[in-house]
């Protein structure tokens, strides 16, 4: 695999291999029960197009162009098509309320919005009609009716590449381009409030690039992969890794229809790779969990017992001669079975964005399907650390990569340098400051180094509860051993400054199924949460819950766009019963 220098600009990246490629398929998109595909030519004339529009409109360098669609080619043309005239790509999450729309473009200074169509693209409208200095919007779909606009200009996006020419001049604007100048602003996923606008350059998401590249060598994995995208190109780890580092290894990149599609877009595809957040390897799990125990019987005794062998396996234990040769033997009737499910090709997921549970982790390690996890950090790039391929310890993040320092602060908080560091947040350099210090990103998280420089993420500084006998709990950890039970689905634990733990529980499809009453409902989860306890300290066990009125989702504001806990604002909903639980008696 070709190793890259810093490149000045991602675009020029891009070009570099649209010359070398020219009809081979780059970008794929499931339109209509049928997948299509766009070529290398077809995507660089395109983006061509795009540039020189944008140009036409009077967008110069460092200006500042929003992005909100689904996962598709238009946004990866979009992307390159800003960044190739030096301009500034500020992606957002399509889960976003007009609102938050209103409220990025405002602070980002965005001039122009694309986006898709449909409901999003009316949220978008809305709130461009609302932002005094939006000068137009361009939509990807062209059937796209939208509400009153205010005066901006609308384009639809087939319209306005075909009526204009491709930017004559493209290469000597990437030329005139700096590795230092500002590429992006990503938006953090606010689960801590308003979000901060993350400054990004072409150096520091390079960084990243060339530290993956080196990863997946490592692993045997060449050029001309096929990744399948998932996660929103909006959030950091997908814009680099599901998109630019793709690009840059003359790799094919498929977008998934949905989560909910997953598991057939993954047979249908066949990925050779993905990255994806926790959640989904969370939602993967519970599926073929549900799937084993409805066949039930010898089935899901054997299945069970590959798992078994499989995690003896990876702790190192010696198989006895007779576990020996029932694994060869599971793993034609049970992995084989299970890795073609996932299309077969499979050679790497890669897990990134939250903590994944170490159980859920050593699930699809038991079962043949190599996970590598990561950590890192929107204002990293966002790659810090990954479990390399010929070792991999799943319960950890893995060592720094290549050209990443890493260093801890005396209370355990992860310091981290190099080329992949933000420039900071635009518009705040109070919260600049405050974040990198000395050269240093201070992460926020806290964690444990061991002798082969493999980090464990032990929590964050932020949500670290502590009880009011003065002791830290995790309260991802407690969260991971409850929502491993089946009757689970989601979990948040409170309990700062209070003397022991409480939770907000949303039950399982199956656990809600098997109750006839909320009474038995009840019942039922505070046997799984005594389960779950009996795995913990005493002060980590949860003594009284309450049952969620919903799950937790994006839709009402519980999930971030990358599905992460936005605690302060189920803690919100819920602080009235949360508080009388303590209180009060009897179990709530």
Not at 223 to 238: D, G, I, K
Not at 404 to 428: C, H, P, S, T
Request: hydrophobic content about 40%; charged content about 25%.
């Amino acid at each position: 695999m070709s190793r890259y220098v810093t490149k000045a600009n991602l675009a020029g990246a891009f070009f570099e291999n649209a010359a070398m490629l020219g009809d081979k398929p780059l970008l794929f998109l499931k339109s209509k029960g049928k997948w299509t595909g766009k070529n290398w030519d077809e995507v660089a004339d395109s983006v061509k197009r795009l540039a020189g529009a944008l140009v036409a409109a009077g967008i110069k360098p460092r200006d500042r162009v929003l992005i909100s669609a689904e996962n598709r080619p238009e946004w990866a043309i979009a992307d390159l098509a800003v960044m190739s005239i030096g301009a500034i790509v500020v992606p957002a999450y399509t889960t976003n309320t007009e609102d938050d729309h209103v409220y990025i473009m405002e602070h980002s200074g965005a001039l122009i919005a694309i986006t898709s169509g449909g409901l999003l693209a009316s949220r978008v409208a809305l709130a461009a009609s609302r932002v005094q200095h939006m000068r137009m919007l361009i939509t990807m779909d062209p059937d796209t009716e939208l509400p009153d606009v205010g005066g901006r200009t609308v384009h639809r996006w087939q319209d306005l590449l075909a009526k204009t020419e491709p930017l004559a001049d493209i290469d000597s604007r990437i030329a005139a381009q700096n590795s230092d100048d500002t590429c992006c602003f990503v938006y953090t996923s606010g689960t801590g409030g308003r979000p901060k606008g993350v400054m990004l350059t072409h150096r520091s998401i390079q960084a990243c690039i060339n530290a993956s590249i080196e990863i997946l060598s490592e692993g045997g994995v060449e050029e001309n992969q096929r990744f399948l995208s998932l996660l929103p190109l909006s959030h950091s780890y997908e814009h680099t890794a599901g998109m630019h580092l793709p690009i840059q290894t003359k790799s094919e990149v498929w977008y998934c229809e949905s989560a909910e599609q997953i598991g057939a877009n993954l047979q249908e595809v066949s990925p050779s790779l993905m990255t994806a957040v926790p959640r989904l390897y969370d939602v993967l799990h519970e599926r073929i969990m549900r799937s084993i125990r409805t066949k039930g019987g010898f089935s899901e005794t054997l299945f069970m017992e590959t798992i078994r062998l499989g995690r003896k396996r990876l702790e190192g234990r010696t198989l006895l001669p007779h576990e020996f040769f029932l694994d060869l033997l599971l793993e034609k009737l049970i992995r084989q079975k299970i890795q073609a499910r996932l299309g077969g090709k499979l050679k790497y997921f890669i897990s990134g964005g939250a903590a994944l549970n170490p159980e859920i982790g050593s699930f699809f390690m038991a079962l043949g399907v190599k996970l590598l996890q990561g950590y890192g950090q929107t204002e990293a790039s966002p790659v810090i650390s990954a479990n390399r391929p010929g070792k991999i310890k799943i319960e950890t993040v893995g060592p720094p990569v290549a050209g990443v320092e890493v260093r801890f602060a005396d209370d355990g908080e992860i310091l981290v340098r190099g080329d992949l560091l933000m420039k900071g947040y635009w518009r705040d350099d109070h919260s600049t400051a405050a974040t990198i210090r000395d050269g240093w990103l201070y992460t926020g998280d806290i964690g444990t180094c061991d002798d082969d420089g493999y980090i464990t993420i032990t929590g964050r500084k932020k949500e670290i509860i502590v009880n009011s006998g003065g002791e830290n709990i995790v309260p991802s950890r407690v969260e991971a051993l409850l929502t491993i039970e089946p009757e689970i689905e989601q979990a948040l634990v409170d309990g700062d400054r209070r003397p022991w733990l409480a939770a907000v529980i949303v039950p399982s499809a199956e656990a809600r199924a098997a109750a006839a009453s909320d009474e038995a409902l009840k019942l039922l989860i505070a046997e799984t949460v005594e389960r779950a306890n009996s795995r913990l300290s005493q002060i980590e066990r949860v003594r009284r819950f309450i049952v969620a009125d919903e799950g937790f989702t994006t839709e009402n504001s519980q999930l971030t766009a990358t599905l992460k806990v936005r605690r302060h604002v189920i803690r919100a909903q819920y602080q009235d019963r949360l508080a009388a639980l303590y209180t009060r008696g009897k179990q709530d």
